[in-house]
């Protein structure tokens, strides 16, 4: 048994949850087969040089039981994707999930525009080597 704190932006309040859960790792086996997933700008965000900011990109759909590596040769000339996010509670990789926006380091002065390619996710398919333990909630913080 593992506790651990699960911190998360509640989507309606935009407060910060937090709630202590029991889990634990697991294993799993990683197909050599893969895809890859476009991520895209859904808005305007000008930036200046060192600048770290949150892009809302299109909604992009991950797999139930997949895993997302960012493919670092594609980036947009301004900066790089640093993170995949999506508000809410954390969602099981056993589940579909999503992600509706990227954290962006610039490195240049500039405007990210609504529809720039952001970057590329590379997405591989997995199997659980055994049925993961589902986190249990103990207590709301």
């Known amino acids: 048994m593992v506790e651990i704190r699960i911190v998360y932006k509640d989507t309606e309040t935009g407060e910060l949850k937090s709630e202590i859960v029991d ?5 799993y086996t990683i197909a050599t087969r ?3 997933k ?7 965000v000008e930036f200046e040089v060192g600048e770290t900011k949150p892009i809302k990109i299109r909604k992009t759909i991950l797999p139930r039981e997949s895993i997302v590596l960012m ?17 809410g509670e954390p969602q099981p990789v056993e589940e579909e ?3 509706d926006y990227v954290i962006f380091n ?5 405007k990210v525009r609504n529809g720039d390619l952001l970057g590329v996710l590379n ?3 997995i199997m659980m080597v055994r049925k993961a333990k589902r ?3 103990i207590k709301e913080e």
């Open 97 to 99: 999930r999503e992600i």
């Open 71 to 87: 493919c670092p040769v594609s980036r947009h000339g301004l900066g790089y994707v640093a993170a995949l996010g999506r508000g």
């Open 123 to 125: 997405v591989f398919p």
């Open 23 to 27: 889990t634990e790792d697991y294993e």
């Open 38 to 44: 476009m991520i895209i700008a859904d808005e305007e």
């Open 106 to 110: 610039a490195f240049e002065k500039g």
């Open 34 to 36: 893969g895809g890859w």
């Open 135 to 137: 986190p249990t909630k």
